[in-house]
């Protein structure tokens, strides 16, 4: 099992964005289109970090863990899904155990936002509810920290500010390359115009 870390959005990324947007939508029905788009936004701003584990150069599972909120060093785990067939092998707890240990920082603690059932899932990764932020009936937040971080400090907001565009779909289709590309190649382009005009 191997996990590897990307701080910022790279063109061979986009399929596995787009496969754990449709893992989580099958499971909580959050819509593809946001959980795409507030990966690639957050990426493109390096404000997160995405997570692939590989098992014989195989993708398994999938991760998102964005900065901020409380602190810079402070995360929250945004994403997490394990592909169906490599479920209920105790993969996904192991896959968060070796994540909190490479990109936690227990002072600072890391939150999520979960389904109820889910309690027990993270309780035993050393999570624990914290009580005074439902955010709807059947879901809880949970806090993982070594020292009594100062909760109401946190800026829940801060995840949702992110602003997600109407539609990604010719992004994660392939039929566009993701902007930072694109404007690297013109700015590159437009650099070599002036350096042959220049020249000349
Ligand atoms: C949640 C998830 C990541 C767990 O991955 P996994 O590799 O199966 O996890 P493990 O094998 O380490 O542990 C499985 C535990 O999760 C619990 N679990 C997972 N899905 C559950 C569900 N829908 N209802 C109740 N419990 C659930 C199992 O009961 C099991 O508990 P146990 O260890 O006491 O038997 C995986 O089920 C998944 O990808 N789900 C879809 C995406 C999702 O819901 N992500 C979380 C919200 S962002």
Known sequence: MEIVYYEKLQQKLIPSIYELACMIEESIHEPVNITFGKIYELLVRKKGIFFICYVNKEEISFGFLSNGGYNKKHK??????????????????NILRKVIKDKIYLDSGCMLACKAYLEKFYGELGFK????????????TMLLSSTDCNIEKV??????????????????????????VLYKN??????????LLWIY
């Open 155 to 180: 800026n829940f907001g801060f995840y949702n500010d992110v602003e997600v565009r109407e539609d990604y779909s010719k992004i994660y289709e392939g039929t566009t390359v993701y902007n930072n």
């Open 186 to 195: 013109i700015f590159l382009g437009l650099l070599f115009l002036i350096l």
């Open 129 to 140: 509810v914290y009580n005074k932020v439902h955010t709807s009936k059947d879901e809880i």
């Open 76 to 93: 929250r785990l945004m994403f997490f899904a394990v592909k169906k067939d490599y479920r209920n092998q105790s993969l996904g707890k």
